[in-house]
């Protein structure tokens, strides 16, 4: 993979491209994640065949913190996803968001028009504050991705809520992303979320008019399925959520090869 860097907005974005040529597409990592996250698929036959680019948000990863405060937050994270599409030659790229990348996704998904198609996974698509409830499951853990001060333990015990139960999936790259995190990203997204500060996403799903995969591990332990799946979207790929049997919150990791095949089976379907 090669490492770049772009300045969007004023701020230092780093951001890996794998050697594919093929239809561009651009992966946006979770809360307190990187864009090393998505190696995997980067480095493997996906991204040889395609042209990936996995960025890291604002104050993650290797990317410098933001320039301002109001870029922690749903659409601050937007604007980043939309002009790094732009500033890179991706307007057109197919989009793929984990956990709070697939939000972002879905809050940018009006102002990129020319997106062939979105994957989401990890992101139960909401309308307000107050459908989170219905949404996550009741896991304590997830307050620790909403607090700007993360000791190695909380970082560690939120960490072990990204795969299945019993999963054999180390930990610690997961944990090292959370720990090296700007703190004010965290507490930037928590006061985003409480002030109701981004998109009706409910309404955006449902409108899209272009591709939408949305895959689910079936040992998730954050997002509710039963929530998930009585969502309407006329434009859902195979018209239901596609479960990963073997993978939590984090399939691309858990099971590189089950959730390649898929991202490989969606490329597949979409209009030259």
């Known amino acids: 993979m090669d490492e770049q860097t772009v300045i969007i907005d004023g701020n ?25 996250t998505w190696r995997h698929l980067m480095t493997g036959g996906f991204g040889q065949r395609y042209r990936c680019l996995a960025f890291d948000l604002p104050g993650h990863g290797h990317s410098a913190p933001a320039s301002r405060p109001s870029a922690y ?13 732009q500033a890179t030659g991706a307007a057109a790229a197919v989009v793929v968001g984990w956990s709070l990348g697939g939000h972002i996704a879905i809050e940018a ?8 198609g979105f994957v989401l996974f990890g992101t139960p698509p ?45 930990l610690d790259d ?18 985003s979320i409480a002030e109701g500060r981004f998109g009706d996403q409910v ?3 449902a409108a899209l008019g272009r591709p939408l995969a949305i895959l689910h591990g079936r040992g998730e332990q954050l997002v509710n399925l039963a929530y998930l799946q009585q969502l309407t979207i006329p434009s859902l790929w195979r018209g239901s959520v596609q479960l990963i049997a073997g993978a939590g919150h984090a399939p691309h990791q858990e099971t590189p090869g089950e959730f390649a095949d898929l991202l490989e089976q969606f490329m597949a379907s979409l209009p030259d």
């Not at 949404?135 to 809520?161: E, M």
């Open 12 to 36: 230092r974005i780093a951001f890996w491209q794998s050697q594919g040529d093929g239809r561009a597409v651009v992966f946006v990592h979770g809360n307190s994640s990187s864009a090393s």
């Open 73 to 85: 937050s749903l659409p601050g994270y937007a604007a980043v996803l939309t002009s790094f599409a």
């Open 109 to 116: 998904a009006p102002g990129m028009p020319t997106a062939a």
């Open 126 to 170: 909401v309308a307000s504050a107050s459908q989170m409830a219905d949404a996550f499951h009741p896991n304590p853990a997830i307050g620790i991705g909403l607090t700007s001060s993360v000791t190695p333990d909380q970082a560690r015990a939120y960490a072990a809520c990204f795969t299945a139960p019993g999963s054999a999936v180390p």
């Open 174 to 191: 997961f944990t090292r992303d959370i720990l090296r995190t700007d703190g004010a990203a965290r507490a930037g997204l928590a006061a």
């Open 203 to 205: 309404a955006v799903v």
